[in-house]
């Protein structure tokens, strides 16, 4: 989730900011703000596959605690997760773990719901180069409904961010689930006075094309991307974060 992370085609395994909960939890251990987010998105071809989120994130005395919840679909077909994470930095690396409450729903059956477990990691080699990586249902996690037992996707992502200098960065991942081939995403993001930021990427499998834009003043920052899709069209992500507290103050 997030429009930051829209914008530069979803390639955020090593990307820090208060959207790590539902990207990397490994990257939670770098937060050094309170901060509450929203983000909704809107698929023009597919009404009802829109989506939803909201994310707190509290840096503590050790350690950086979240909480976040998350909707897709509508009333006929929806999912719903409810997720705490927990992150903790150690020299040049951050360690996050998150768990999950996931619960599915369509009308005419029974709701069903299961927990599951994230884990994740960052290594900041230098202020230019960092790798980050991150299991979705380490646990591998079932879900039983009547008559059969399913297992939830279970998948690995693992990326690498280079920032030439302040004002760019360049980020790459690589994402496998175990069922599937791999998905390639690349971003890009360029910073102008550290207030106004423009964003562009691409992912392979399945292809897609990123833009975005976002504005920053004080402690509230607002992103907008478009994702471009031959099959489905243009979706629109729209996402708000607002900081509580000032990132010197941890």
Not at 8 to 37: H, R, V, Y
Not at 87 to 94: D, E, P, V, Y
């Amino acid at each position: 989730m997030s429009a930051r992370a829209a914008g530069m085609g979803f390639a955020s395994s090593t990307l820090i900011d208060e959207w790590s909960l539902f990207n990397n939890p490994g990257s939670l251990g770098s937060q050094s703000a309170m901060s509450a987010s929203a983000a909704y998105e809107v698929r023009t071809r597919l009404q009802n596959a829109n989506r939803m989120a909201f994310a707190f994130t509290a840096p503590a005395k050790w350690g950086v605690w979240a909480m976040g919840a998350f909707r897709f679909g509508d009333n006929l077909y929806n999912e719903h997760l409810v997720s705490a994470g927990f992150g903790n930095k150690f020299g040049i690396a951050t360690l996050g773990i998150k768990a999950n409450y996931i619960q599915y729903r369509a009308e005419g059956f029974q709701t069903y719901g299961t927990f599951s477990l994230d884990f994740g990691g960052v290594v900041e080699f230098t202020d230019q180069l960092s790798v980050g990586a991150y299991i979705t249902n380490l646990t591998q996690s079932t879900l039983k409904t009547e008559g059969t037992t399913e297992t939830l996707p279970t998948r690995l992502t693992t990326g690498i961010t280079y920032k030439p200098n302040p004002t760019l960065v360049i980020t790459t991942e690589l994402d496998k689930d175990i069922e599937y081939k791999p998905t390639w995403r690349t971003g890009i993001e360029y910073t102008h006075q550290e207030k106004f930021f423009a964003r562009t990427g691409f992912s392979l499998n399945p292809n897609n094309g990123y833009f975005g834009l976002g504005a920053k003043r004080k402690r509230l920052q607002a992103d907008y991307a478009v994702i471009l899709n031959a099959l489905i069209g243009a979706s629109h992500h729209v996402s708000v974060t607002y900081r509580i507290t000032k990132a010197e103050e941890k």
